[in-house]
């Protein structure tokens, strides 16, 4: 049974343990901080709500979580969703929407089906994340120039023209803010990679701008004041109406979510040798999704970064992530008054750093020189991600995903046939099982199938087999190369029954896998056939073809290749 991986943390527990615990933790709960604020300024809520969500969600996914060593919190992947949200249905339907996907995420759990979630495609996983770094970037584009905008549209496509129409408000002095912290990101892991240049950047920064009087906006020109404690949980409002409007998007947030946060513990995994439970993991997520919004926060999961920090400074227990949380909280109780000199144009330079880094780029070159296939999920699911919707994306991309597959698979079986004759020299001669080694009585059909015999190949297995007007006696299909059947594929073999039942034709089946024979046994096709004429391997069945034709037939010998050979 799935247990917090806190509890077995905590077996032989050392004070040494503890110390490089508390330090990873003080670490990544300073390296938090900035990146709180900014994905609450870029989701569209207030930088508070940011804080809120990295306090109590990264508190639960590191207490109750299947990771020793993950991070939670609001990550730049939501943002395009959380967007979307807040301007058609206000942050109660946020709520809403989060909640819902909280007890999703908890369902999922809590069934076993963690798993499910690593079978959306690599290549979906590259395109909408690389979308979602466009969209991210795209969305800090105001803050960098410094322009004066009243209203910004969600959608990429609106956003470029409102920034195009209100070029004439750039304000170089907000260019220069961004310009030194973006460089001050970029060159600082030259000076230390222990303190995070993005934390440099926004002390140093603000502390500029509030010391020379830079006329540029700041988080409490914009938002006002930052609260110092955490509010009291609240119940969002919501009706049947609401719950019905948001599904689509919880359903986004949930899978997101999940992925997210899998994808991030599995990066942990290789960086500390030890095993995730998925399931577990996705029960902390689903709680912390939950809580979250009770206490006015944002959808959260897994940040591979903020891991990754978490693992280089020594966290190996989830203790160093609670304590993330509580110095979170701590500087939010003392320090939160002065998060409103934040400058944003220094905000929107870690952003677009967090955007530059999540873009994937080596990921990119991989897909696009690989399959054209593979390079038109990506490509369709990164447009429609900057383009639409993201959810959307994950629709299509997976709808396509599934038809590439389809298509290989079915471009992947083949269907070929021998006549008998025996010729050593073919190169399957040093296969004990090859046909080249057995001599096929006259008056007998081989057909061997190669690759699953489904909806997608039934085609080539009807124009080789079904149209095939060679006269015969007695045909045998070979399957050990065929591991599954569906329902098409059952079809057609009884439609093969059936013409070779008109033709006077004796059918045997031989070599046939677990699968397919269950679901012929179960469907009734064994029994139709004839249990004597269904075969684990293909000497008896050419000896049985021999009987019916009345001809002596000389076994070879043969080596099991399939689970049901010699059966």
């Known amino acids: 049974m799935s247990k917090p991986e806190l509890i077995n943390a905590l077996k032989g527990y050392t004070p040494k343990a503890f110390l490089n615990d508390l330090v990873a933790g003080l670490i990544v709960g300073v390296v938090a901080l900035p990146l709180a604020i900014a994905f609450g300024i870029a989701s569209g809520v207030p930088p508070a709500r940011g804080i809120f969500t990295a306090i109590v969600a990264g508190f639960i996914i590191s207490a109750l979580g299947g990771s020793r060593v993950q991070i939670g919190g609001p990550t730049g992947a939501f943002v395009v969703i959380v967007y979307g949200i807040i301007r058609d249905f206000g942050y109660d339907g946020l709520a809403v929407a989060t909640l819902m996907a909280g007890v999703m995420l908890i369902l999922l759990g809590a069934f076993k089906l963690g798993s499910l979630v690593k079978f959306i495609p690599y290549t979906i996983v590259t395109g909408f994340t690389a979308g979602i770094a466009v969209v991210i970037a795209t969305s800090q584009v105001g803050d960098f120039l410094g322009l004066t905008l009243r209203d910004v549209p969600g959608d990429f496509l609106g956003k470029v023209g409102a920034y195009a129409g209100a070029i004439g408000t750039v304000n170089p002095w907000a260019i220069g803010v961004a310009v030194a912290a973006f460089a001050v990101i970029s060159l600082w892991p030259r000076v230390s990679r222990r303190i995070p240049g993005s934390l440099v950047a926004i002390i140093l920064l603000t502390v500029l701008v509030q010391l020379l009087g830079i006329p540029v906006e700041t988080i409490g020109s914009r938002f006002g004041s930052i609260p110092a404690s955490l509010p009291a949980p609240r119940l969002p409002a919501m009706s049947l109406e609401t719950l019905r409007l948001v599904f689509p998007a919880a359903i986004s947030i949930a899978v997101l979510g999940a992925v997210e946060s899998l994808l991030s513990a599995v990066v942990a995994d290789g960086l500390t040798g030890h095993k995730h439970d998925s399931d577990m993991e996705l029960i902390a997520q689903g709680i912390a999704n939950v809580a979250s919004p009770l206490f006015g926060g944002i959808p959260a999961t897994g940040a591979i970064a903020r891991t990754a920090t978490n693992i280089k400074n020594g966290g190996r227990t989830p203790v160093a992530g609670i304590v993330h949380a509580l110095t979170l909280l701590l500087i939010m109780l003392a320090l939160g008054r002065f998060a409103v000199y934040i400058p944003m144009a220094a905000l929107s330079a870690v952003l677009l750093s967090v955007a530059l880094h999540m873009a994937g780029f080596p990921a990119i070159r991989s897909v696009l020189r690989g399959q054209k296939s ?180 000389e076994r070879e010998r043969y080596e099991p290749t399939v689970a049901r050979e010699g059966a």
């Open 374 to 553: 593979d390079s038109a999920v990506m490509i369709a699911t990164f447009a429609i991600t900057v383009l639409v919707d993201l959810t959307v994306a994950i629709e299509i991309g997976l709808i396509l995903a599934a038809i590439f597959f389809i298509k290989k698979m079915g471009d992947v079986a083949q269907v070929k046939a021998v006549r008998g004759g025996y010729d050593p020299g073919e190169p399957e001669a040093h296969d004990r099982n090859s046909l080249a080694l057995r001599k096929v009585p006259e008056g007998v059909l081989v057909f061997e199938i190669e690759g699953p015999l489904f909806f997608g190949s039934v085609q080539k297995f009807e124009s080789n087999v079904l149209m095939d007007s060679t006269r015969y006696r007695a045909l045998v299909l070979r399957m050990r190369s065929t591991i599954y059947l569906d329902a098409a594929g059952l079809h057609v073999l009884e439609q093969l029954w059936k013409d070779c039942q008109k033709k006077n034709i004796t059918l045997l089946i031989s070599d046939i896998h677990t699968q397919p024979y269950l679901l012929a046994k179960k469907a009734g096709l064994e029994a139709t056939v004839g249990t004597a004429n269904v075969f684990g391997n293909l000497d008896d069945a050419l000896a049985r073809a021999a009987e019916i034709l009345g001809v002596p037939y």
